[in-house]
């Protein structure tokens, strides 16, 4: 390559990667694998160090990724510097550049009486804790490596983070790790993403930085986030080893991988590497490599650093597994909000052991971006993902007179043509009171178990509907037995039980009704904030948009959804008629007082299933005293432990001596177990 076109390449690549990097850092929208972003920056340091007339300090090439927004306080959160630069790992998905990496050390160090600890690669957000005194006192994201965000009071309701720490801990020391999302909790959120019709999160990376970055700290112990950490900067305390930092921290009560291993040569650490390729599909959070790290601080020291990163550990990292099959077709589904979201229908194809038919493509941007047409052979990945994406087109197998899929102008279901507001990404069907698959969806909303808990699924709904016995939430309350004995396959016993769970449903509280009605914006954690602060849903329709933009995390956007949605006249109509029977609207005097100590002061992990909802378990530890948490932990006081409870849940606890407690005991801990004896005498029938 000549140098006019290198120096246009090197400024091509910089300008590719600062823009990639912001959409994945700050954005949480990447539009590009981490392997093609990795080769991009390979490309970049290669053409450098072939042209180095051409480097520059501000290259992508020699300094962190930034997940700050700008130089001021991005995001309302206050940025401040780091005590010690917080870099990034250099990478390869190269075994043999790990063989260099391993000859380095032995040549730079002059020995090779040394070991390596090796440890997984966690795909979440880098978090960095400082303690004094044995108390968290500050937590900051990585920023650009020079500052971070604070986000301190976000790391406190982190569930497996410890406020106060335990044993013969230094006076004061950092330890640095990463904030994860567990797939189960990654699932539940993009459920509610796509109930509220908002975008999922691509991957549960992107979904554990962007919660980390929420105003709202109840929003996000709401979260499911995890924490694991894996480095003490050897300035910060004296060890001789990083392996027995990491040992120290552990029994101070920092949640530190089990996974971790000394190895004394590139063969053991190859063998770890085999290991983990395989066995991170068991794991119950993304890994996405190995980092293999000097074990010895004092050789940590020698090796030293460059700018971007330590030169004493490197990231090997795994290749996504990836298949390309056929797109067939591209169906396009109507939420219960009206967001048009399209779906790539593939001829069947294995991946990561399971056969993928479908793939979410989230908007009509996507589908333009990647020239995505029918018939195309497309590169669907999976890896550390939970929902398969196209990364990709095979342009050499493009067949000739393939035309570019046209997203629709009119609503596949009504017909109705399309709108597309300002500022948002996605079509709407603006026909909500008339477009079926709107009014399903709203109906299968308001039935849904953290709603109103009716036992209605799918094909109920769509029997309801079709037989026009309910288009509104209001209709299911109107329901007779003799209209549902005419549906195709009910008896007496299947509509005694759908019609007892209609008039159960009845004593829902406020925040539950509220969150069933369906306001677009509207999650469970949001109504729950809202019940509480207005206390009636008279109240929160007087309120103005700006008054709701005072309350927790509501913003401009979701303060002017709730003020649309109580000043709509067909809305305001259906909350007089669910009131008419007897659906809550407000909070009683004393409702969501304690109803005991029983449980105060213990934090409580549940797992599996009861003869209750979860939820309700969860509201009943609360209800008395105790505080629920997603994952286990040293500050965890006990296991619920229904049938099929998880088993890494139920491993972790035997590690850390954690008792389990059963559905029949915990009863017997609380005085009012009346939620057990009405469960028992409705499930008669």
């Not at 990654?186 to 993403?193: P, Q, V």
């Not at 003799?482 to 759908?498: D, I, M, T």
């Not at 009605?517 to 949001?526: D, E, F, N």
């Not at 629920?628 to 619920?640: H, M, N, R």
């Amino acid at each position: 390559m000549q140098k006019e076109s290198a120096h246009s390449r090197i400024l091509e690549l910089r300008a590719e990667l600062e823009r990639h990097s912001r959409l994945y850092y700050v954005e949480n929208a990447p539009e590009i694998s981490d392997f093609e972003f990795d080769r991009l920056m390979r490309e970049l340091e290669d053409l450098e160090a072939e042209y180095p007339e051409f480097r520059s300090p501000d290259s992508p090439s020699a300094k962190v990724g930034s997940d700050l927004r700008g130089a001021k306080a991005s995001g309302g959160f206050v940025q401040r510097a780091h005590r010690y630069p917080m870099l990034s790992l250099s990478n390869t998905y190269s075994l043999s550049e790990i063989e260099d990496f391993a000859r380095r050390a032995d040549k730079l160090l002059g020995t090779d009486s040394f070991s390596y600890s090796c440890e997984l690669k966690f795909d979440g957000t880098a978090i960095c804790l400082s303690y004094k005194d044995g108390r968290l006192v500050r937590a900051l994201t990585r920023g650009d490596g020079l500052q971070g965000d604070d986000i301190t009071a976000n790391a406190l309701k982190i569930s497996n983070i410890p406020h106060r720490l335990k044993g013969d801990f230094p006076p004061e020391f950092e330890i640095r790790g990463e904030v994860l999302m567990p797939y189960a909790a990654f699932e539940e959120l993009n459920r509610e993403r796509e109930e509220l019709g908002d975008a999922p999160f691509a991957n549960p990376r992107n979904a554990a930085s962007g919660s980390l970055k929420l105003l709202n700290p109840e929003e996000v112990a709401h979260r499911g986030l995890w924490c694991t950490l894996y480095h003490i900067p050897a300035e910060s305390v004296e060890f001789a080893s990083h392996s027995e930092a990491l040992d120290a921290a552990a029994s101070w009560g920092l949640p530190v991988s089990e996974h971790r291993r000394i190895c004394k040569d590139i063969n053991d650490i190859e063998a770890y590497i085999r290991k983990w390729d395989k066995d991170r599909e068991d794991l119950p959070y993304a890994t996405d490599g190995i980092v293999i790290k000097i074990n010895e601080l004092a050789n940590q020291r020698s090796l030293g650093y460059t700018a971007k990163s330590p030169r004493w550990a490197v990231a090997f990292k795994f290749k996504a597994e990836q298949a390309c099959t056929r797109l067939e077709s591209i169906s396009y589904q109507v939420g219960r909000t009206g967001a048009v979201t399209p779906v790539a229908n593939l001829e069947p194809v294995q991946l990561a052991g399971t056969v993928i038919r479908r793939a979410t493509l989230n908007n009509e941007d996507q589908i333009t971006q990647m020239d995505i047409r029918i018939g195309d052979w497309v590169f669907i990945e999976k890896g550390g993902e939970i929902i398969p994406k196209i990364t990709g087109v095979d342009l050499n197998k493009r067949q000739s007179g393939v035309s570019p899929a046209p997203f629709p102008t009119h609503c596949p279901d009504c017909g109705t043509p399309l709108i597309r507001p300002e500022g948002e990404a996605r079509w709407f069907c603006p026909n909500t009171d008339g477009c079926p698959m709107q009014i399903k969806g709203r109906l299968l909303h308001f039935c849904g178990r953290k709603a109103m808990d009716i036992l209605a699924g799918d094909a109920t709904i769509e029997m309801l509907f079709e037989g026009k016995l309910a288009s509104s939430p209001a209709d299911l309350y109107e329901l007779k037995p003799q209209s549902l004995l005419a549906l195709p396959g009910w008896k007496e016993k299947s509509v005694l039980r759908f019609l007892e769970s209609i008039e159960k449903s009845k004593g829902a509280s406020f925040e539950r009704v509220l969150f069933a009605l369906g306001i677009r914006h509207v999650g469970q954690t949001t109504a729950k904030t809202l019940a509480k602060h207005f206390r009636s849903i008279d109240a929160l329709a007087d309120a103005s948009v700006e008054v709701l933009k005072e309350v927790g995390d509501v913003g401009e956007v979701i303060a002017q959804s709730i003020w649309d949605f109580l000043h709509d006249s067909a809305k305001l109509a259906e909350i007089g008629r669910l009131r008419a029977h007897a659906l809550k609207f407000s909070l009683e005097e004393n409702e969501g007082a304690k109803l005991s100590s029983a449980l105060e002061g213990k934090t409580i992990v549940v797992s599996g299933n009861f003869s209750v909802s979860r939820d309700r378990i969860k509201e009943l530890i609360a209800l008395h005293g105790g505080k629920s948490s997603s994952s286990v932990s040293a500050k965890t006081s006990f296991l619920l432990a229904g049938e099929k409870s998880g088993p890494e849940k139920l491993r972790k606890c035997e590690a850390l001596g954690i008792p389990l407690v059963s559905e029949q005991e915990f009863w017997a801990m609380i005085p009012d177990n009346k939620d057990k004896v009405e469960y028992q005498e409705l499930t008669l029938f």
